[in-house]
């Protein structure tokens, strides 16, 4: 990347806006200094955002997005050849973007034409509990009916929405779009070119159509892994194509929205950092050369593209070969084509946070996770050794700081997932704020989360199987 392509904000403000002296001559003769200001920079664009279609924002207000929301049966075709029955939001999968400043009001007017009850849990967004689309505190909205959510939006990033009724099936058959929260103050939010939001997900077809659900024992033990990888809802075996000029800079947004198939990444033939994770942008980005994101996970990425060819977000899987040995194989998912041309467009590639305030942990509490095998009910799992919990797991005071021992005691991962929340993993090589994270089989992790947010909040299981089958619990923050 050249480096006189990337200026701070200050830097463009400075060049842009610095005035010149230069002498006159003023009525009788004298000579005097006046300001010669530069003509104005040329507009900065609007980033332009490549991926679903943002929801039309139905107020005039500059502080309230005011937006509809349907979810409906409709045939949506993800390979371009014969459609499928879905699940969609606004007729489309993934469903339309929300997007938002810090502060907005955001006022959801949602209906349900599906015909089976659900809610919108809107993943990663720290809001009162009423609107989080908990079925512990939401009634399901039933067939036909509606319900307004109504929140503020409290920090920026990227973040989703879904169900959070018969989420295994709803989310598999296509109920989950994108949110971006930009800051309000647009010079604390760094600018790209482009963004790109990708929206990664796999499906289990039989015949085209949707494979029954919870029918197997190792979709039961291990979650329901497709057969079909999809970018953005499309079938990915043709991967999407796009072209950019030469040394355009990107942010890509990823977002893992499959029931439970962790995704393993990696971008070839262009230069990249992770600049954000679930909770927000990073106060120091990192490189790295394969990204592991587990399910209900995002991260936000600079991309680069100082060479001239084609790169690729390479999605890696195992698979059998001939042989029936396991191998790792390589699907390209999303292709792009660097010309020659050069993009002028003046990126602003720095930002400033203010300083983490450090926390000292007020306690520690431990959540296990295993499976039994019941002789009525079949495999059931469970957190501290109850399949689904009536009651609370633990009761925090507000303002508390609070390490979460998970320990996994089988075999499958489990991506944890706490609402309304965010927390830090104490494991090295996972920096920044998030609501979920990955803890492998017979291991345990770590975690030091923040419960500022008063409410009961739903703490399970993002494998959505195992959610299904007990894996889901609640905490509740006082007062």
């Known amino acids: ?40 920079p040329p507009p900065i664009p609007a980033t332009e955002v490549w991926g679903p279609a943002a929801l039309a924002d139905e107020n005039p207000a500059a502080d309230i997005v005011e ?6 049966v409709a045939p949506v075709s993800i390979d371009g050849a014969a459609p499928i029955l879905m699940y969609t939001y606004n007729g489309q999968t993934p469903g339309p973007r929300l997007e938002a400043k810090v502060g907005d009001r955001v006022i ?10 659900t809610t919108v849990h809107w993943h990663g967004l720290r809001i009162p509990d009423a609107m989080d689309g908990s079925p512990r505190i939401q009634s399901p909205v039933l067939p036909g009916q509606t319900f307004t959510y109504d929140f503020v939006v409290p920090e920026a990033g990227s973040f989703w929405y879904h169900p959070h009724v018969r989420a295994n099936e709803q989310v598999e058959k296509g109920l989950y779009g994108p949110i971006i929260v930009r800051e309000r103050d647009a010079a604390k939010e760094p600018r790209y070119a482009a963004e790109r939001v990708l929206m990664l997900d796999d499906v289990l077809l039989t015949n085209g159509q949707f494979a029954p659900f919870l029918a197997s024992h190792p979709e039961e033990m291990h979650g329901r892994f ?23 800079v990107e942010r890509w947004r990823l977002v893992n929205t499959a029931n439970a198939r962790t995704m393993s990444l990696s971008i070839a033939g262009a230069t990249f ?11 120091a980005p990192y490189g790295t050369t394969r990204l592991t994101l587990p399910v209900g996970q995002r991260y936000d990425v600079e991309v680069t593209f100082d060479r001239v060819g084609e790169v690729a977000l390479n999605s890696h899987v195992l698979v059998q070969d001939a042989s029936g040995n396991v191998v790792e194989q390589t699907l390209p998912q999303l292709v792009v084509t660097v010309d020659a041309a050069e993009d002028d467009y003046p990126v602003v590639s720095d930002w400033t946070l203010p300083p983490d305030a450090q926390r000292a942990v007020d306690r520690e ?14 495999l059931m799992w469970r957190i501290n050794g109850v399949s689904h919990p009536v009651d609370p797991l633990f009761t925090f005071q507000r303002g508390e700081t609070v390490r979460l021992v998970l320990v996994n005691r089988v075999g499958p991962e489990h991506p944890f997932h706490l609402h309304g929340q965010f927390f830090e993993v104490e494991e090295a090589g996972q920096p920044g704020l998030k609501d979920t994270v990955l803890v492998p089989g017979l291991s345990t992790v770590r975690v030091v989360a923040r419960f500022d947010n008063p409410g009961r909040w739903m703490a399970h299981c993002h494998i959505l199987e195992h959610a299904e089958l007990g894996m889901m619990s609640e905490v509740v923050v006082g007062p």
């Open 1 to 40: 990347m050249r480096p006189s392509r990337i200026f701070t904000l200050a830097a463009l403000l400075a060049s842009a806006c610095g005035p010149s002296l230069s002498p006159t001559l003023a009525p009788g003769g004298a000579s005097s200094q006046v300001t010669v200001l530069p003509p104005p």
């Open 67 to 72: 937006v509809t929301l349907t979810a409906a």
């Open 108 to 117: 959801v007017h949602f209906k349900n034409e599906l015909p089976q009850a």
């Open 226 to 248: 497709g057969n079909t990888l999809l970018l953005n809802g499309k079938d990915s075996s043709t991967p999407a194509r796009v072209e950019v000029p030469h040394y355009r």
């Open 273 to 283: 950092r992770v600049i954000g994770t679930d909770g927000g942008l990073l106060r």
């Open 365 to 378: 509490v431990t959540l296990t996770f295993d499976a039994v095998n019941d002789p009525v009910m079949g």
